[in-house]
C-alpha cells in the first residue's frame, strides 16, 4: 500500500481461531474490495506472517488457544519497530471494560464485541487504513527529506574544500608575487648603485698606494 492511495491495496492480516469466523471476515472483506487478505487459526504464526506478508493492519481475536491475543500483541511490541505504525482491531466476544482497556494499551486502536456489524467493521477498517496510510506517506517524505539534506550536505563539503583549495592557491600566489617582488626590487638598488658607486673605494685605495 506503500505506492498507492488505494486502500484496496492494503495487505490485512486475520488472526482467529475459529475457522467460521476467519472465513466470513474474508468474504466481507473481498466484497469490500480488498483483495490482499491472509488468514491464520494459530496465532503462533503471527510474527512470521508479520514478516513475510507485511500487513497494513492486523484483525485480531483474544480468545484463542496455546496464544491468546494479549499475547500476540505483546510479542509483535517486541519486534515491530516503535516507529512503525501498525493498527491492530481487535474482535472478540469478550466485551469486558477490562479486556478493551488492556488492549487498547497494549497496543490495539480499535476494539469490536462480536458479532459486529459488517458496515461499522468496515468503516473502522477504512480509517485505521488512511491513519496508516498517512503514516506511510510521513516515512516516505521524511526519507526525501533526509536524502536532500545529505545531497546538500555533500554539496556545501564539496563547495568548502574548493575555496580551501582556491584559499590555498591565493596564499601560495601572494608569496609567490611577494618573492618576485623582493627580487625585483633588490635588482633596482643594484643599478641606482651603479658600477661607479661601486668601483669608488677600489679606485681611492689605488690612489692612496701611488
Known sequence: MRS???????NILIV????TNVFLLERVLRRAGY????STTDPTRVRALHEDFQPDIILLDLNMPHMDGFEVMDELSRYVSQGEYLPILVLTAEDSPEAKQRALSMGARDFLTKPFDHDEALLRIRNLLETRLLHLKLIDENGRLEERVRERTIELERSVETLRRTSEQRRMLLAHLADVHRTAAKGLDLEELGPDESGNGAAAEVKGNG
Not at 483483495?35 to 491472509?38: C, E, S, T, Y
Request: avoid cysteine.
Open 35 to 38: 483483495d490482499n487478505v491472509a
Open 16 to 19: 482467529d481461531d475459529q475457522e
Open 4 to 10: 498507492s492511495d488505494d486502500l484496496s491495496k492494503a
